[in-house]
């Protein structure tokens, strides 16, 4: 089964998710390390220590059907974007692909 990531306020979070990054504060400071299943007490520390947004992994169920679909809606998202960008530019051809491989996923 593939995985997949999405980020979420750690007001959101609730017992059992999993992180897919470390939990950080404002100082960047790990609170909890990638992989750490979230319990109750966790969702104290991170109140506690102010932490606002955390990276979650959580199984992906959806069809390989509706992978693909999604991922041409995004890209025709990207490329409406960048159609009046100067592609022929190293630099806008480097954020356009960075962009795209990153709405891809």
């Known amino acids: 089964m593939r995985n997949r990531i999405k980020y979420v306020a750690a007001f959101e979070a609730k017992a059992g998710m999993t992180l897919s ?6 100082q960047l400071s790990n609170i ?3 992989g750490h299943t979230l319990t109750e007490e966790n969702l104290q520390q991170l109140v506690a220590h102010q932490v606002e ?9 959806r069809t390989a ?12 998202r990207v490329l409406d974007t960048f159609q009046n960008a100067n592609l022929a530019d190293p630099l806008t ?3 356009f692909n960075q962009v795209l491989t990153y709405r891809s996923a």
């Not at 990054?21 to 404002?26: G, N, S, Y």
């Open 93 to 95: 051809a480097a954020l």
């Open 32 to 34: 909890l390390p990638a």
């Open 21 to 26: 990054e470390p939990a950080q504060d404002r």
């Open 53 to 61: 947004l955390l990276c979650i992994v959580f199984d992906d169920t």
């Open 65 to 76: 059907e509706e992978v693909a679909n999604e991922a041409s809606v995004m890209a025709k």
